[in-house]
């Protein structure tokens, strides 16, 4: 029997949606809404086969990251189980104790209606279930972000699991902590194909052009007014370039040590793990694994022009450099 202080798990996986978002996050935007149509009519044809396997999901990779928070007291995944996408992970699902909901969805191509029944037993098994201290949710949909909140309210620790770059921010910012499915251990992350190189713009070809007549007398006030009105108008200000990941990681990190010293000293030292654990309070999907950094320190050291970091045996200081 478990003691009453082991931390207790509940996993609710929107099966079509984290399958969907890793096959899009595999092959390219839309992929998915592109391939549907042949992958539900030639679902053994050679090439779409080939496709799904490239985008298989590591069901036990999510499984065993729900693990380490605690006992898992029930796993339940949401999807229509006889569509061929679906149907290859059976065996493995119910191999991992995970128990199979079956939707059907109420017209072709239309939404299985996973949020909805998701939802609707989360919130009963809290109240079935009492000891429940987590809740796994593996989706990617902003609809789980009043799912989450209630979660919370309720007393309970919400964690998020999505694939990177298809994961609504509002729903991992509901979160208590969130995880990106591709910085899972045991999941390979997709190789970005190489950029084709540009081609040279082809050559200007002149043009021979007849000289325009002189303008007449009662023509040249027009002219002169229509280059003043050129003249007038100025080109529109390019907007400022949007952050790539690395780049908002970096203004969480300037934010959270900011934050720090203002609590503070100008100059104090701030351990490293509060500074992350404050840093994965404002953005629960932040994670140096997902960014390709071994750990938080390779992460600290990436941004030394704007972090200094102390290492004194066991201990892990950071503070702002002065600019």
């Not at 190489?194 to 303008?215: D, G, K, R, S, Y």
């Not at 100059?267 to 404050?278: I, N, P």
Request: charged content about 25%; overall charge negative; glycine content about 4%.
């Amino acid at each position: 029997m478990a003691e009453p202080t082991d931390s207790r798990v509940a996993v609710y996986l929107d099966f079509d949606n984290i399958v969907i978002s890793w096959y899009d996050r595999v092959h390219g935007r839309n992929a998915y809404a592109k391939d549907r149509q042949r992958i539900s009519e030639q679902p053994n044809d050679p090439e779409v086969a080939e496709r799904l396997s490239q985008a298989m999901i590591e069901v036990g990779a999510i499984i065993d990251y729900a693990a380490s928070f605690g006992t898992l007291v029930l796993t339940r995944a949401y999807a229509d189980w006889s569509s061929p996408v679906n149907a290859v992970y059976r065996s493995q699902l119910v191999a991992r104790a995970v128990d199979l909901v079956q939707l059907f969805p109420a017209a072709a191509y239309a939404k299985n209606g996973a949020d909805i029944r998701l939802a609707v037993d989360a919130v009963e098994d809290m109240f079935r279930l009492p000891d429940l201290t987590h809740v796994v949710i593996v989706a990617g949909d902003s609809d789980y972000v009043p799912l989450a909140q209630r979660c919370k309210r309720l007393g309970r620790y919400v964690i998020g699991v999505g694939v990177a770059g298809s994961t609504a921010k509002s729903l991992a910012a509901a979160c208590d902590e969130f995880e990106a499915y591709d910085s899972l251990s045991g999941v390979v992350r997709p190789v970005k194909a190489p950029a084709p190189a540009a081609t040279p713009p082809a050559a200007e070809v002149p043009v021979e052009t007849t000289a325009a007549p002189a303008e007449t007398t009662a023509d040249a006030p027009k002219a002169k007014s229509r280059s003043r009105v050129k003249a007038k108008s100025a080109p529109a200000e390019a907007a400022p370039p949007k952050l790539d990941e690395q780049g908002e990681a970096t203004q969480l990190l300037e934010r959270a040590l900011r934050l720090g010293h203002d609590k503070g000293d100008a100059d104090e030292w701030l351990h490293s793990s509060a500074v992350k654990t404050h840093m994965r309070r404002m953005d629960p999907s932040f994670s140096e694994k997902a960014l390709g950094y071994r750990s938080f320190s390779d992460f600290l050291k990436s941004r030394d022009d704007m972090a200094e970091l102390e290492e004194t045996g066991h201990e892990r200081l950071v503070r702002l450099r002065d600019h």
